[in-house]
């Protein structure tokens, strides 16, 4: 039996159990067996399109881990094709064009999705274009080149080594896309830009005189003020989340268009809602009173990451509880989004046991939320002595008058 077809025959099997039953298969290499079929397993709800491809090679377990899903790297795809369109069409289209160098390969999957974007737009790409995949690890870029090729994709060179050496030998490219590895040298995670390997706010100069567009990858617990203030000619900043987790930032510089205002997009499971920096200084509306029957829009962590809670406002058509409190109110017309969550109050409650008593009857269950609330949700569980799950949702936080109440809410369905 081959390897391959161990593999194929093998793939929905437990893996430690399967470990435990190397003795039966002696003449398979079952550590590579093992690191196939747990790749496959993960693959097929990270990257679903690659799962179907019986010819793509999965990494160890790190690897697997640390790599975008297929949802976000299809979106940073269209990030970098529409960027593409926008910088590189003002190019002379005659002789060879470096369109995409990718500096931390990696796996390989980001790369992989931009190219073959790429390859797509026949009005961008000729056969006279390349692509540049560069990584440390050799092992890394043994498996890009074979998975680039079970892809169909063309023109793309697999370069071994130190990316910060190699592109200074490039010039002219279109774009440069990083992802910095945050571990330091302990395997210990790191998130400020200048202690992720490479620094790219020590590279930016290079960068940018090297390509039109440099298009970043950082750590989704970044600040993005702090972010802008790090690197230069900031064009657009992407909040990139699934499920409504906030998975990852990008970051979009460009040489051109200096004049121009930096724009924010937040993107969460295909959906997408975009609003410019000076929305930030929006001011935020506050609710004078809750009442029951309200509409509580609770945002997801990518919204709340982007910090525009006067923009949250004015989108929603609602008011926030309270300055810190985050969660917002309005009437039945509150602008349905994947970016929020959507209630509706049945009951408001302080925390004065006889009022608890009275609201809570006939609740056993309940999903608990807090927002700018002095106990945490567990704590809170155990106060209110609820079992977790059910119809109910209760969100303990703090309105305008700073006084602490529960809002016991049903949930909106869409």
């Given at each position: 039996m081959t390897l391959k077809t161990f593999i194929a025959e093998h793939r929905n099997d437990d893996i430690r159990q399967l470990a435990l039953q190397a003795k039966k298969y002696p003449d398979i290499d079952m550590q590579e067996a093992l690191q196939q079929i747990a790749g496959w397993q993960t693959a097929q709800q990270k990257l679903p399109t690659w799962s179907r491809n019986s010819e793509i090679v999965y990494p160890p377990h790190i690897g697997m881990e640390q790599c975008s899903s297929e949802m976000t790297a299809r979106y940073k795809a269209d990030v970098a094709l529409?960027?593409?369109?926008?910088?590189?069409?003002?190019?002379?289209?005659e002789g060879e064009k470096l369109l995409l160098a990718d500096m931390t390969g990696g796996f390989g999957v980001d790369f992989a999705f931009m190219a073959e974007a790429i390859q797509k737009q026949k009005d961008l790409y000729t056969d006279k274009c390349s692509m540049l995949f560069m990584e440390k690890q050799q092992h890394l870029c043994m498996i890009a080149k074979h998975n680039f090729d079970a892809l169909g994709l063309k023109n793309i060179n697999v370069e071994n080594g130190d990316s910060t050496?190699?592109?200074?030998?490039?010039d002219n490219v279109c774009i440069i896309f990083a992802d910095p590895a945050r571990r330091d040298s302990n395997g210990g995670r790191t998130y400020a830009i200048s202690d992720c390997t490479p620094d790219i706010s020590a590279l930016q100069d290079t960068l940018l005189e090297k390509a039109d567009t440099v298009m970043v990858k950082l750590?989704?617990?970044l600040d993005?003020?702090?972010?802008?203030?790090?690197?230069?000619?900031?064009?657009?900043?992407?909040?990139?989340?699934?499920?409504?987790?906030?998975?990852?930032?990008?970051?979009?510089?460009?040489?051109?268009?200096?004049?121009?205002?930096?724009?924010?997009f937040c993107f969460d499971d295909g959906e997408t809602v975009s609003f410019w920096?000076?929305?930030?200084?929006?001011?935020?509306?506050?609710?004078?009173?809750?009442?029951?029957?309200?509409?509580?829009?609770?945002?997801?962590s990518c919204m709340m990451k982007t910090g525009a809670?006067?923009?949250?406002?004015?989108?929603?058509?609602?008011?926030?509880?309270?300055?810190?409190s985050h969660l917002f109110v309005g009437n039945n017309n509150c602008k349905p989004?994947?970016?929020?969550?959507?209630?509706t109050i049945k009951k408001i409650t302080t925390m004065n046991k006889r009022e608890l008593q009275q609201s809570l009857q006939g609740i056993t269950h309940a999903n608990i939320s807090v927002r700018n609330f002095p106990l945490s949700a567990p704590?809170?569980?155990?106060?209110?002595?609820?079992?977790?799950?059910?119809?109910?949702?209760?969100?303990?936080?703090?309105?305008?008058?700073?006084?602490?109440?529960?809002?016991?809410?049903?949930?909106?369905?869409?």
């Amino acid at each position: 039996m081959t390897l391959k077809t161990f593999i194929a025959e093998h793939r929905n099997d437990d893996i430690r159990q399967l470990a435990l039953q190397a003795k039966k298969y002696p003449d398979i290499d079952m550590q590579e067996a093992l690191q196939q079929i747990a790749g496959w397993q993960t693959a097929q709800q990270k990257l679903p399109t690659w799962s179907r491809n019986s010819e793509i090679v999965y990494p160890p377990h790190i690897g697997m881990e640390q790599c975008s899903s297929e949802m976000t790297a299809r979106y940073k795809a269209d990030v970098a094709l529409r960027w593409l369109r926008r910088d590189c069409t003002n190019r002379n289209n005659e002789g060879e064009k470096l369109l995409l160098a990718d500096m931390t390969g990696g796996f390989g999957v980001d790369f992989a999705f931009m190219a073959e974007a790429i390859q797509k737009q026949k009005d961008l790409y000729t056969d006279k274009c390349s692509m540049l995949f560069m990584e440390k690890q050799q092992h890394l870029c043994m498996i890009a080149k074979h998975n680039f090729d079970a892809l169909g994709l063309k023109n793309i060179n697999v370069e071994n080594g130190d990316s910060t050496t190699m592109t200074g030998n490039i010039d002219n490219v279109c774009i440069i896309f990083a992802d910095p590895a945050r571990r330091d040298s302990n395997g210990g995670r790191t998130y400020a830009i200048s202690d992720c390997t490479p620094d790219i706010s020590a590279l930016q100069d290079t960068l940018l005189e090297k390509a039109d567009t440099v298009m970043v990858k950082l750590s989704p617990m970044l600040d993005i003020s702090k972010m802008e203030d790090e690197l230069k000619c900031v064009r657009e900043i992407h909040v990139v989340g699934t499920n409504g987790e906030c998975k990852e930032l990008l970051v979009v510089m460009s040489r051109h268009d200096t004049d121009t205002h930096m724009q924010l997009f937040c993107f969460d499971d295909g959906e997408t809602v975009s609003f410019w920096k000076d929305d930030l200084a929006l001011s935020v509306s506050i609710a004078d009173t809750l009442e029951e029957g309200m509409v509580l829009a609770e945002p997801s962590s990518c919204m709340m990451k982007t910090g525009a809670y006067g923009y949250m406002c004015k989108w929603l058509n609602a008011k926030a509880i309270a300055p810190n409190s985050h969660l917002f109110v309005g009437n039945n017309n509150c602008k349905p989004s994947r970016m929020f969550r959507s209630f509706t109050i049945k009951k408001i409650t302080t925390m004065n046991k006889r009022e608890l008593q009275q609201s809570l009857q006939g609740i056993t269950h309940a999903n608990i939320s807090v927002r700018n609330f002095p106990l945490s949700a567990p704590e809170l569980r155990k106060r209110l002595k609820l079992k977790d799950g059910g119809e109910t949702y209760i969100f303990g936080t703090t309105d305008s008058r700073n006084q602490h109440l529960l809002l016991i809410c049903e949930k909106i369905k869409s």
